[in-house]
């Protein structure tokens, strides 16, 4: 089943004026049910707005908007049976923790004895019961995003709408955060749909994730998807470290292509849409899937010269040139476990893992 | 910032750079602040001292009495007047404070809409001369053919509070997080409930504020109040500028000194409220 779609969804603030800005250009997406759902992108990429639209506190300028079959392109926050967690909460400040929580069913006509076994049953959901007379001014940063997400999720929406709810904790409780949503979203079985400009957080707990850049759908798929098969150089570059190198097509056979890269003989990569011969395209590889072996070793590649070594704890990164192109290689610790360390001078032989290679849109 | 702790020399080093530009660094600076207080504060005091002087000079000492306080507590012109003060000042404060929460909540957040332009035209009249508004309205009151007295009196009091009573609760509408009206709304209240149960009650020490300043400056406002007033009704300031014109007794140090002692414990029930506000 389908929980939100939003189909040709175009947003123009100060439309027809002269500082008009398109923040959404013609986006077509469909959240599944009971999917934690994570819209990326960098910051004034439009994944706050396209939340904003969703949750009803933005006008959509054209398109339409769909939540559970009903069409909410007009409708007021109010009507629309979305809660959403706002970036700083948003906590009534005059309002104990209880109230708040109880806030949603008490507007909704909810009697009061269900409410408030409801709040209860939240307060408990989220570790506050301790906490309900308190005023959210009393709390800690983790302790009012608990609150907000119980009250986002006590008059039971269809879909939950999350606005960067980690961004103002710091590390560690971000981690921990990460895990207690994650086990929220499975427990309650509501649809999340999370905003974040973090790449881990996304990999970390989205069963998808939409890459928006520029108002722009990237790509859209699982954590592993996105990293493993970018299908843009925007998406190879913002979701995690990529190498990006220029090629041309020299020949395509079947599902494979054969690739010009300078500095490097025999590169292949799989492809999934049609390409020709001579067109210039972009070569995706991830630093920990380059293999460096000393030179003159028999690696199908290219050689490279190491320019610096950084020690990262669990891997050393190599800055290497090849063919006046910049690399960065992620080599597992070397030294204890025999295995080979470079330093800067040395020239090495460099080549991909199979399948490590991906071509993507320039 | 130099961080050294230990050393004597960074130390003075550190303690000479915070005082520049330092104004209490300036030789004189204490002798000249002192005259200012006594010049702003000597009049009032003395004043004050002689509502207790049992004599009838208000500038030569005879003893300590209450005779003065009796006699304006005995004074029904007095009653009358300060009775007429009161009743107006709280119309006036209310209306105008219900009036300026609708302005300031239809002006604010709402930049686009020309908000600057009616913040411009609210507040404007704080800037003009307060004869011409009392020369403006007693002509408007006239030419329209309502009659002066206490009800020209109360519309005209109603009209100038407004700029006040708006003011603190314009400050404070400002200081609104914008995404708790938001909330309210995603949590399935209608703008009328979210306003009801969300904005206002986050408003209510700017209301108090705004109402106690429109009520002082109500209670005290003479030029105004003069022009409009007509023959008949009467407030208290009019009714002490008439004493004077009697001849000054201790009675008019008396009828001041309590309107000093009522406008100080209003100034200070409106700081407390400011400062409680603050905290949210």
Not at chain 1, 12 to 31: M, P, Q, T
Not at chain 1, 259 to 265: D, H, K, M, P, Q
Not at chain 1, 274 to 300: F, H, K, N, T, W
Not at chain 2, 20 to 33: H, K
């Amino acid at each position: 089943m389908i929980a939100a779609e939003v189909r040709g969804l175009s947003k123009v603030y100060n439309a027809g004026g002269s500082r008009a800005f398109e923040a959404l250009k013609n986006f077509d997406l469909s959240i599944n049910a009971n999917e934690f759902f994570t819209l990326l992108g960098p910051s004034g990429c439009g994944k706050t707005t396209l939340l904003r639209i969703l949750g009803g506190f933005e006008a959509l300028t054209e398109g339409t908007c769909t939540i559970f079959g009903q069409d909410v392109s007009r409708l007021p926050p109010e009507a629309r049976p979305v809660n959403t967690v706002f970036q700083q909460y948003a906590l009534f400040p005059h309002m104990s923790v209880r109230r708040n929580i109880a806030f949603g069913l008490e507007m909704l006509g909810t009697p009061r004895a269900e409410t408030e076994r409801r709040v209860d049953r939240m307060l408990a959901l989220v570790h506050m019961s301790d906490y309900a007379d308190r005023k959210p001014d009393t709390m800690s940063g983790g302790q009012r995003q608990r609150v907000a997400l119980a009250r986002a999720l006590a008059p039971q929406p269809k879909l939950l709408l999350l606005d960067e709810p980690l961004s103002a904790l710091d590390l560690k409780l971000r981690q921990k955060m990460r895990l207690e949503l994650k086990a929220l979203q499975r427990e309650t079985g509501i649809t999340f749909i999370f905003v974040t400009h973090d790449q881990e957080e996304a990999l970390a707990m989205s069963d998808r994730i939409a890459v928006i850049d520029k108002g722009r759908l990237q790509q859209v798929g699982t954590p592993e998807d996105i990293y493993e098969n970018p299908e843009s150089r925007f998406v190879a570059d913002f979701i995690g470290e990529s190498n990006l190198l220029d090629a041309r097509v020299s020949a395509v056979n079947g599902g494979e292509a054969a690739l010009i890269v300078e500095g490097f003989a025999d590169i292949r990569a799989p492809i999934g849409r049609p390409l020709a011969v001579g067109q210039l395209v972009s070569l995706s590889v991830r630093p920990e899937r380059l293999i460096l072996r000393e030179a003159g070793q028999d690696v199908p590649g290219g050689i490279a010269r190491v320019v610096a070594r950084t020690y990262l704890g669990n891997a050393v990164e190599y800055h290497l040139v090849a063919g006046g192109q910049t690399l960065t290689a992620h080599a597992p610790r070397g030294g204890l476990r025999g295995l080979l360390d470079f330093v800067p001078g040395d020239t090495v032989s460099v080549g991909f893992e199979p399948g490590s290679i991906k071509v993507v849109s320039s | 910032m130099s961080n050294t702790a230990s050393s004597s020399p960074a130390m003075r080093t550190v303690t000479a750079t915070s005082r520049i530009g330092d104004i209490r660094a300036f030789a004189g600076f204490g002798s000249l602040s002192f005259a200012c207080l006594v010049f702003l504060y000597a009049p009032i005091v003395f004043l004050a001292a002689y509502s207790f002087n049992d004599g009838r000079s208000v500038s030569r000492w005879s003893g300590f009495s209450l005779r003065w306080y009796a006699t304006v507590f005995g004074n029904e012109n007095i009653q009358t007047a300060a009775l007429n003060s009161v009743i107006i000042a709280v119309i006036a404060a209310t209306a105008s404070t219900l009036l300026a929460l609708g302005a300031a909540t239809a002006t604010v957040h709402r930049r686009a809409s020309g908000g600057g332009a009616a913040y411009a035209v609210l507040t404007f009249p704080l800037m003009v001369p307060e004869i011409v508004t009392a020369v403006a309205s007693l002509v408007f009151f006239v030419a329209v053919g309502i009659s002066l007295g206490f009800t020209t009196i109360l519309l005209a009091h109603i009209v100038f509070c407004i700029p006040f009573a708006y003011l603190p609760i314009k400050a404070r509408l400002e200081g609104l997080d914008p995404s708790l009206p938001a909330a309210a709304a995603d949590l399935y209240a209608s703008p009328a409930k979210a306003f009801a149960r969300i904005t206002l009650p986050l408003l209510v020490p700017g209301l108090l504020s705004g109402w106690l300043l429109a009520f002082i400056i109500s209670l005290d406002d003479f030029i105004i109040t003069a022009l409009v007033a007509g023959p008949g009704a009467t407030t208290l300031p009019l009714h002490i500028y008439g004493m004077l014109r009697l001849g000054m007794t201790p009675e008019v140090n008396a009828i001041s000194t309590l309107m000093l002692g009522a406008s100080t414990v209003l100034v200070l029930v409106s700081a407390m409220i400011g400062r409680v506000g603050q905290k949210h």
